[in-house]
């Protein structure tokens, strides 16, 4: 009687839908780039998520606790009903789809970011899976890569439910039906820094230092050929400074060393700045003027959009690294306001 049941589920649910399963984890493959990179992005205005985040703490809970031990959470959208999951679920329909789905997606990613990468989509039902309802994602980043630049280890995971409509229509784009938040655990080693500050990106942001000097305007500085080295608590920087566009022989070696804090989870800034160079005459009264110039070294709030925020909730440098924990939120896009109808047509249809 079983098989009579569940060969025609198979048929019709399984193989014939195959192709919509490689589609979802390819899609999720594509838009979790995005939760790394997301500290690239420009600064743009818009609404702010904060009435979105509220609501999506009825759900997630607080970013900051433990979750591997939390029980299972109650998704804030309708499922499949209990017989169709648990029947999936006997028959190893369910097992098979999130097998593909963590291939796809694994596949995906590495192509994009490079290195090792590994990714682990877990659902409730095939037939959840292609409605794009998944109980939880977790992603491992190591050695992977944007663009030349290093990303470090990075591990992120769902504090809840995710909802995401893969399907494009023309009155619907490819976004998350509900709020999510992703729990992210960075660490960045001497190696991977040293790596970072020699790619052309990170080599222009270092070349964008702006300054007024009494008698000569607006300056710009560059720094050239910089060198990290991470120690307990403290940061060191060796490297040339000059003015932009300027020969090399004229830059000036200097040492600048610091301790990074976080300030609240949205800015980190660099204290106790000493600096050390032969051709400075005094570099305490040049420490200072250091301190405001590159202070905060990051502003996450600054990168906030009405679909995204990021913030920071711990940040260690120890043992040759530096390690952070933080929590993205993601949010759907604000719905489009309806179009208005013209006074001449409100009238016609009076």
């Known amino acids: ?56 703490e009825n759900t997630a809970g607080s970013p900051h606790r433990n979750t591997k031990n939390s029980p299972a959470k109650t998704p804030p959208f309708q499922l499949t009903n209990k017989a169709n999951r648990f029947i999936q679920r006997v028959t190893g329909i369910t097992f098979l789809s999130e097998i593909i789905s963590n291939s796809v997606a694994g596949y995906v990613l590495k192509k994009k970011l490079g290195g090792k990468v590994t990714a ?25 890569n944007i663009k030349g630049a290093p990303l470090g280890t990075i591990a992120i995971h769902s504090e809840n439910p995710i909802w995401y409509n893969y399907r494009k229509h023309s009155n619907e784009r490819r976004d998350f039906k509900v709020p999510v938040m992703m729990n992210i655990d960075m660490l960045l080693d001497q190696a991977t820094a040293a790596s970072a500050l020699q790619t052309n990106k990170v080599a222009s942001s270092l070349g964008a230092l702006k300054l007024d000097l009494p008698g000569l305007g607006a300056q710009q500085l560059a720094v050239l050929n910089p060198q990290v080295a991470i120690t307990d608590g403290l940061i060191t920087i060796n ?59 990051v502003n996450f709030s600054r990168f906030d959009r009405p679909t995204m925020a990021f913030r920071l909730n711990s940040l260690i440098v120890k043992d040759g690294a530096v390690k952070g924990t933080g929590h993205l939120l993601l949010a759907p896009h604000p719905a489009q306001p309806g179009p208005v109808l013209s006074s001449k047509v409100s009238k016609s249809t009076n």
């Open 1 to 56: 009687m079983l098989v009579y049941m569940v060969v025609p589920f198979i048929r019709m649910n399984c193989f014939s839908s195959l192709h919509r399963l490689i589609i979802i984890a390819s899609c999720l493959g594509l838009t979790l780039p995005t939760l790394v990179l997301h500290a690239k992005a420009q600064a743009s205005s818009g609404t702010s998520i904060s009435l979105q985040s509220k609501q999506i």
């Open 120 to 144: 682990h989509l877990k659902t409730w039902s095939l037939t959840d899976l292609l409605a794009g309802k998944i109980e939880s994602i977790k992603i491992s980043l190591r050695g992977c």
């Open 239 to 297: 490297a040339l400074l000059l003015t932009a566009g300027a020969q090399e022989e004229t830059g000036v070696p200097i040492m600048i060393s610091g301790n990074p804090k976080l300030e609240g989870d949205s800015r980190i800034v660099l204290e106790n700045i000493a600096v050390s160079s032969p051709e400075i005459v005094e570099p305490q009264k040049f420490a200072q003027f250091i301190e405001e110039l590159l202070n905060p070294i």
